[in-house]
Nanobody, 116 residues
Framework: QVQLVESGGGLVQAGGSLRLSCAAS????????MRWYRQAPGKQRELVAA???????NYADSVKGRFTISRDNNKNTVYLQMNSLKPEDTAVYLC??????????WGQGTQVTVSS
């Protein structure tokens, strides 16, 4: 069974930074596309960033230039470095693993709150 555990969320002032981590158990990590989503109250879940097994990265327009996704296959961990945070970045951030067989796994989420 694959488990994803996020950490690193918290309360930060606008303009500040946070680094989220998502640790994966199981053997699927190195071959999976890893993604960060976020969901704010009353809004649809939004894809924030993705990184393929080969290291290709994609970002939502709203976070380009501010967020950086990275992965460490030796530690089975994906990271999301978030800089220049804005109040509109406030959401629950969720880690997702998409395997080669297109099976998706989700973490429980970590709350990020940005105060103005």
């Amino acid at each position: 069974q694959v488990q994803l555990v996020e950490s690193g969320g918290g309360l930060v002032q606008a303009g500040g930074s946070l680094r989220l981590s998502c640790a994966a158990s199981g053997s699927i990590f190195s071959t999976s596309t890893m993604r960060w989503y976020r969901q704010a109250p009353g809004k649809q879940r939004e894809l924030v960033a993705a990184i393929s097994s080969g290291g290709s990265r994609n970002y939502a327009d709203s976070v380009k230039g501010r967020f950086t996704i990275s992965r460490d296959n030796n530690k089975n961990t994906v990271y999301l470095q978030m800089n220049s945070l804005k109040p509109e970045d406030t959401a629950v951030y969720l880690c997702n693993a998409l395997t080669l067989l297109l099976t998706g796994y989700w973490g429980q989420g970590t709350q990020v709150t940005v105060s103005s």
